[in-house]
């Protein structure tokens, strides 16, 4: 943990303090000297002064948010004047939390242990992207201060004490802030609407209408997948430090105490937001990056790692259902001549038009896969020799039918030559399956090519 | 949350102690309906009663995390007998921890949090691993209960009160396990071989020798990347639950109190060490899903996608040495002859065995890939013309002096025509010096083929 301040009896107290809950503390006593300490030492957290001298916390925070070393990193602001207008700027700044002087420990020790878990869960996240930067996998996701574009947000559910305050936290949200809002009227509302809805944010009163708590919503919304990874900011009764230790125990990514300023709630959900956004982009970069193993990268379409994994399970099914299902070998003929006459650029557009018009003759339920080379692949699920026979011819006409366009302007004429196998229940591996459609497409190409042979049954 | 209890009383006071601490609770009545509610469910923790009829707690939770759905699930005992036997026997089952009635409350949550947050954890590595797996790009990871080998741990630090009780724990503990263990004789000396050592698991005092503080270390490990995965279990004295609970707070994995009987100790660590394993397993699987996305699956070798990554990389740091490198295309001749006249599997062996010798024939440093087909692509730092020219003829020597065997028992004789390009400070584009290296390689062809061929300097 980090703590800075240029006043060397605050330092000493906030450290001992720290030190006292056994967190590892080191100093820094000016913003230049934070900054370079952020990044060697990679703190959990940085407990930053808000008044020093040349720069102050503000400008501090910015900087540690603007870098992508240090954006990770959770700032707490320590002030002595605490007014929205300060919380607001500091917020805007990428600040996570205010503490104001004196210090209370419970609110502190909350803050810090829920600001610990979330960090927690990043770093696991950002290890993963940052092995998918070095593999080249991953697209430079951005740092959280970075501005995102909130307008694809997903609703921000209200769940206020009465319906009237509902009322007014919607009306002035709508006029400030361009996301559609959902006001709740009890706490079962909320919790089957945060169901179907889908919220990026929850705003959530302590006192729910109807006798409703909103600290048992708060866990019920951490306990459902669904909404775990949803912003949830309490509002508080003022000063009731207890209630907020416990929201942010229980989950809640921030608090708020009423009755508030509607710019510091405005500034609170664009800061929340902002954090969800970066987390949900890690996670999807991760996602992708992990599809692009199944991938084939000039195609677009499954690579045959894929198509492997895809074949056991149609197999899987076929078995339960006693069904059958077929598969194709697909071969470019003479598909060498054309990266010889052409080059190398041609023969990729002509792999990525056939891949396009053998999508386009397919079933959606039909996988299509890239082998290598000109060699491709589909597997049929709950086709039998007569209607594979018909998809096959229908593909090998499609290739014959139109010539395929080249990069330089000209086209080139292609045709394909296809191997077709039915598997049945009594098959057991789906690679002797594979072998038989390829043993077929041979005897396409030995019988002159352009054509379509079927496999022996197994 | 489940409740497990065959006794209605005991159901409804844990419910009641759960839910006012804002748990979401739901109950069972006996083992079957919570294996079933277990797996319709998926709680965030299951508080088991030991003594039921019909199947005991102990069968529950071998059930509970023997099946996959739900071996992730943490497992509370609760007993009301609490002897070192029935610990043991729990760990074994599986267990992650125990409560004796009446509960203390501050023991309770303390637990419920830590196991809370270990969970979370879990989960997301569990979801990208099911993403995985679905791709088809990850062996199944098995469960936690699964024994697994645990001969390949790293060694299990002990830091202990006194000089005494090290040399007694390091004793009982090699007389049963088979993992090495290092004593510690200060808190200092702790954390340094931390560092150094990389323990897999940590057992730690609550009070150290030479006064220092077992909580001071356990955060200490904690907040460091290095040992953030270890299992850390504390020792306290007994009956000491506020610093039970604080430990478990500050991110202890487990705890056990003094004195303690060695099989528990052992019962413990071995439990700690599985979840590692588990944990450890789903990180490497998920790092190697990702670089199967940069991974040739037919050679092992990189694939076009991480080459152009990594072209663009040595780009840069030769703009900042001022220095050059080499880039080479090199390609099979008359590869397709061979598929033709030998089969499919007689050319994947030449390109596996051809992407062996390439491999044989350059530098640590440089990058070898396979960009798709016959064609391969070498990256070489810090090479001019004469070297590369060397290196070059080497590859290609290599190629044309031996001929590849085929899986049949044959051999084929293979030639390769290399085309290189050497890139210098002026160049700014990966894909226009790659592009200068395939003109080169087709003058290789152009002039019959097996030679070596150098692009113009941009």
Redesign the interface.
């Known amino acids: ?1 980090l703590v800075v301040d240029d006043v060397a009896t605050n330092r000493l107290l906030l450290r001992a303090k720290l ?1 006292s809950a ?3 503390v080191v100093v820094a006593e000016n913003g230049a000297q934070a900054l370079q300490m952020a990044r060697s030492e ?1 703190p ?1 957290m940085v407990m930053l002064d808000v008044l020093m001298p040349d720069m102050d916390g503000f400008e501090v925070c910015e900087a540690l948010k603007a870098r992508e070393e240090t954006a990770h990193i959770p700032v707490i602001m320590v002030t002595a004047l605490d007014t929205p207008e300060e919380r607001i700027r500091g917020l805007d700044a990428g600040a996570d939390d205010f503490l104001s002087k004196p210090f209370n420990d419970l609110a502190l020790f909350a803050r810090v ?1 829920n600001l610990m ?1 979330m960090k ?2 990043f ?3 950002r290890l ?1 992207d940052m ?2 930067r070095e ?3 991953a697209d430079f996701v951005g740092d959280i201060g970075a501005d995102m574009d909130l307008d694809t947000c997903g609703p921000i559910l209200l769940a206020p004490p009465s319906d009237a305050q509902g009322a007014l936290w919607a009306e002035q949200l709508s006029a400030r802030l361009a996301i559609p809002t959902i006001v709740t009227h009890s706490e079962r509302e909320a919790t089957n609407l945060a169901r179907m809805e889908l919220p990026d944010c929850f705003v959530v009163h302590q006192s729910l209408a109807e006798g409703g ?1 909103g ?2 919503l ?3 919304l951490r ?1 459902r ?1 669904e909404t ?1 990874q949803s912003a949830v900011i309490l509002v508080v009764e003022n000063g009731d430090v207890h209630v907020a230790a ?1 929201g942010l ?2 989950g809640a990514s921030d608090y708020i105490e009423s009755p508030f300023d509607i710019s510091e709630l405005i500034a609170r959900i664009r800061s929340q937001l902002r954090r969800k956004r970066y987390s949900d982009r890690l996670r999807s970069n ?2 992708n ?6 991938i084939d ?2 195609t677009g379409i499954y ?4 198509a ?3 074949v056991l399970r149609v197999m899987e099914r076929a078995h339960d259902t006693d069904g059958v299902f077929a598969v194709m070998m697909i071969d470019l003929d003479k598909f ?1 001549s054309i990266n010889d006459r052409f ?2 650029d041609a023969g990729d557009a002509v792999l990525k038009e056939f891949s396009r018009r053998l999508q386009e003759n397919i079933r959606g339920v039909d996988l299509v896969a890239r082998f ?2 000109e ?1 491709f692949f589909v597997a049929m699920p709950d086709v039998d020799q007569t209607a594979a026979a018909a998809a096959a011819e229908r593909i090998r006409r499609a290739i014959e039918g139109g010539s395929m366009p080249l990069p330089d302007g000209g086209a080139v004429e292609v045709t394909v030559s296809i191997g077709v196998a039915i598997a049945t229940a009594a098959d057991t591996d789906p690679e002797a399956i594979i072998k038989r459609a ?1 043993s077929a497409l ?1 005897r396409s190409k030995e019988a002159g090519r352009n054509r379509v042979s079927f496999a022996q049954a197994a």
Chains 1, 2 share one sequence.
Request: glycine share 8%.
């Open positions: 943990m030190s056994y967190y590892d990679q959990d242990r878990r927690m869960m770093d696991e996240l993963r092995t998918s593999l080249g996998i708590d600290l048992r708060v866990s019920a306990s997948p775990r416990k125990d229980l991760l996602r990056g992990l599809k692009l193993a199944a990268p000039l690579n045959r790692r894929y492997s994994q895809h060498k080059g190398h290598g080379g060699e390829d041979y």
